[in-house]
């Protein structure tokens, strides 16, 4: 049970360049979720997915895409790579009645390093 | 979501219990009190969650005011593997979808 991966763990852009980061998740967890973080701060929801099928916008959206594949799988695509855009990027997943929760506790991966120059 | 506050920082000696505190004066009926910790740049690790009663795990242990308006994480022996930022968060879960990390606490565990 490999929890959440994504992939890669680092990746350098220039400015202009498309990219997209990947994530899956073992969990059969109906949500899942882009999260970005910048150097000391908090984590900035991106989007989200409530359930296979269905993308939400989050705080941060402007810059990105993102595509539910299936249950398992979460992508986050960068059209058009800009400088404001380096960041530490996590994704999560979560479902009901895991774990030791009876409420949608959110399952976070090791994240992707991207360097936007 | 109700917005938490949190004290910056705390040291603890190695093999200690830390006793992590949190405000959260505004929390609503349906929000749960969750606690997770970042180990240096890694992705968020989920600790803990109440709503009103007393949780222990295998991990930690949280205490939750009767008033709710407080709480307090317990890591009962603390190694230098605990040190992190821990974030108390208060979430209502589905719904909501966000998690609000604020600025969190830094714990320094001293040998």
């Known amino acids: 049970n490999a929890g959440v991966t994504q992939t890669p763990k680092f990746q350098v852009l220039k400015t202009g360049q498309s990219m997209t980061l990947q994530c899956a998740q073992d969990?059969?967890?109906?949500?899942m979720y882009w999260y970005r973080q910048d150097p000391g701060m908090g984590l900035r929801l991106i989007y989200y997915?409530?359930?296979?099928?269905t993308t939400d916008k989050g705080e941060v959206p402007n810059g990105y895409n993102v595509s539910r594949l299936n249950k398992r799988e979460f992508s986050l695509r960068l059209e058009s790579a800009a400088p404001s855009q380096t960041s530490v990027y996590f994704c999560?997943?979560?479902?009901w009645g895991t774990g030791t929760g009876t409420t949608d506790t959110q399952y976070f991966g090791p994240g992707t390093r991207l360097t936007v120059l | 979501d109700a917005k938490t506050t949190q004290p910056p920082s705390m040291d603890c000696a190695e093999g200690r219990a830390a006793n992590l505190p949190c405000n959260h004066s505004?929390?609503?009926?349906?929000?749960?009190v969750y606690w997770y910790r970042q180990i240096h740049s890694q992705g968020p690790q989920y600790i803990i969650h109440?709503?009103?009663n007393n949780e222990t795990n295998e991990m930690a242990s949280l205490i939750i005011t009767e008033d709710r308006k407080s709480s307090t994480l317990i890591l009962p022996h603390a190694t230098l593997r605990d040190t992190a930022v821990y974030y108390c968060?208060?979430?209502?879960?589905?719904?909501?979808?966000?998690?609000?990390f604020g600025k969190g606490t830094k714990l320094s565990v001293i040998p």
């Open positions: 999560a997943s979560s479902g």
């Open positions: 505004t929390i609503s009926g349906n929000e749960y």
């Open positions: 109440g709503l009103k």
């Open positions: 968060i208060a979430y209502t879960g589905a719904g909501s979808y966000q998690l609000t």
């Open positions: 969990m059969n967890h109906n949500s």
């Open positions: 997915s409530a359930s296979e099928g």
